[in-house]
């Protein structure tokens, strides 16, 4: 079933922040690769780069070390499928549509990997896609407009089988790997970068799925992580959530399931080894660069569609404005071009990426792409950047305690984020870095609400953002957006839902 309705109320407005590239003059000695590498639900915090010292990343730690750091890299909306649009469109869900995980993208939003293929480039996908809607499973995406300007194609739409993933490649039929999954997608980026002909540039993004949730990792990497002997961060509090080992996974040879029950010490490991086991494949990748002679000219990005509290501050998983689950992972690496060992405070997020990478490509940034173009930052020429970062949740979700939509903003030295009608959490992160207290109702910090308070209105007024994008329906539990149809707004679906009673 394919449901269809216009969204008309999304008007397309635009940021002077993404004005016209001036860098095409970069693109002078042959327009370079681009390679964008994004775990999912992976925090910033979890790598050795980010100052933590427990979890082994080696190889993301290196590529950071051969290229620049951007300390504060934020998800726009820190959540799966909105994250995604604004990476590729370079847009706010507001403006592109998607609001709510399991949505369609619609087919003529203008992606990043349209603009690069229709310049030359070889474009290509590899892992979850997340953001054709409709039901999950299967997962088959066929070649054309919904491919959104991908060409090379090995993906599915949605699932957790981290042990046995399955993905679709140009026919509806299904290839099962009996591999974890961030091996078995970089099996497909391997040959898509031996196949990739010498005389034209490529655009690849590889979406390997954990170390998102059910937790858990083959057992050479579960071994590497005593969970005992773990030191949570401050905030943490043991048994945020009681859930007993998920099912699924394979029960025999070297991947037996290896996932935990959550709330304890015992998911923090498990989620360090998936990550551990997810740079083991990033060093494999640029090994493949080296070998095939596409490293000093390839731009790799690496970061996350969001975070993962993991029971700090007791809370779960993402869609919140605090650190763990908003701050992911921002390394740019490009060894022709970007000066080694750069670590920038800059705020760098989602929005703003399409546009970098498009300039680092030496091409024209759209005018109504919203974010900021940091070519220059990477380039080593300036810090400077936005002033602040605007943060954004359209529907509640309650698994992960998102009772109501939020939005917020994130500056050099404060986190502020708060319902329409109320504050919600105020944190100054630069006395306070581990956001331990919340300012959001002392009455020695109404000044400093209502100045950060009026700098959210007038973001989410340059940006076209408004309270009235939001739903206050639980459309996101229960797989309603996925279940019987495909949907492109969430108005959409209530109609459907309406007409449909009891489904």
């Keep these: 079933m394919r449901l269809v309705l216009l969204l008309s109320s999304f008007g397309i407005l635009h940021s002077s922040l993404a004005a016209a590239s001036s860098s095409e003059a970069l693109a002078k000695d042959g327009s370079p690769n681009i390679l964008l590498i994004l775990p999912d639900q992976m925090r910033a915090s979890a790598m050795g780069c980010d100052g933590n010292a427990e979890v082994k990343t080696p190889n993301i ?115 099962v790997v009996n591999k974890f999954e961030p091996e078995a997608s970089c099996d497909f980026a391997v040959e898509f970068l031996k196949s990739q002909p010498k005389d034209k540039p490529f655009f690849l993004t590889v979406q390997m799925g954990p170390p998102h949730d059910p937790y858990g990792a083959p057992d050479n990497y579960m071994k590497l992580y005593d969970a005992e002997k773990l030191t949570p961060n401050a905030s943490w509090q043991a048994g945020s959530e009681g859930r007993p080992t998920p099912k699924g996974g394979l029960r025999r040879g070297p991947l037996a399931n290896r996932f935990v029950p959550v709330g304890g010490k015992e998911e923090i490991a498990a989620y360090y080894a998936a990550i551990t086991a997810i740079d083991d494949q990033v060093g494999r990748l640029l090994a493949t660069l080296k070998e095939t002679g596409a490293d000093e000219n390839t731009i790799i990005l690496f970061t996350s569609d969001h975070g993962d509290m993991l029971g700090d501050h007791g809370m779960r998983r993402k869609r919140k404005p605090h650190d763990e689950s908003a701050r992911v992972p921002g390394i740019l690496r490009w060894p022709a071009r970007v000066p080694k060992g750069q670590v920038v405070d800059t705020l760098f997020s989602h929005i703003d990426m399409a546009p970098t990478l498009l300039a680092l490509a030496g091409q024209t940034v759209p005018k109504d792409m919203q974010g900021a173009d940091l070519s220059r930052v990477a380039l080593g020429e300036t810090t400077d950047g936005p002033e602040a970062v605007l943060l954004q949740i359209f529907v509640p979700f309650t698994p992960d305690g998102i009772t109501t939509p939020w939005r917020g903003i994130i500056t050099a030295d404060h986190t502020y984020a708060r319902y329409e009608n109320e504050p919600w959490v105020l944190f100054d992160d630069k006395a306070d870095p581990h956001q331990m207290k919340n300012l959001a109702t002392d009455p020695a910090a109404k000044d400093l609400r209502e100045k950060l308070g009026a700098q959210l209105a007038a973001l989410m007024k340059k940006n076209g953002d408004s309270w009235s994008f939001n739903s206050p329906e639980l459309v996101e539990e229960g797989g309603r957006l996925y279940k019987h149809g495909t949907f492109y707004t969430v108005q959409e679906y209530l109609d459907w839902a309406k007409a449909h009673p009891g489904k």
């Design 61 to 175: 730690d290196r590529m950071a070390a051969e290229g620049i750091l951007f300390k504060r890299t934020y998800a726009n909306v820190p959540v799966c499928c909105p994250a995604r649009s604004i990476l590729m469109t370079g847009t706010y869900p507001h403006v592109n549509g998607m609001v709510a995980n399991d949505l369609r993208l619609r087919e003529e939003r203008v992606t990043i990997a349209e603009m690069l293929r229709d310049v030359g480039y070889r474009t290509g996908f590899i892992g979850k896609w997340h953001l054709d809607g409709g039901p999950r499973d299967p997962g088959f995406v066929p070649p054309g407009p919904r491919r959104q300007g991908f060409e090379f194609w090995a993906a599915y739409e949605c699932h957790h089988k981290h042990f046995e993933p399955d993905y679709f490649r140009d026919t509806p039929e299904r290839i």
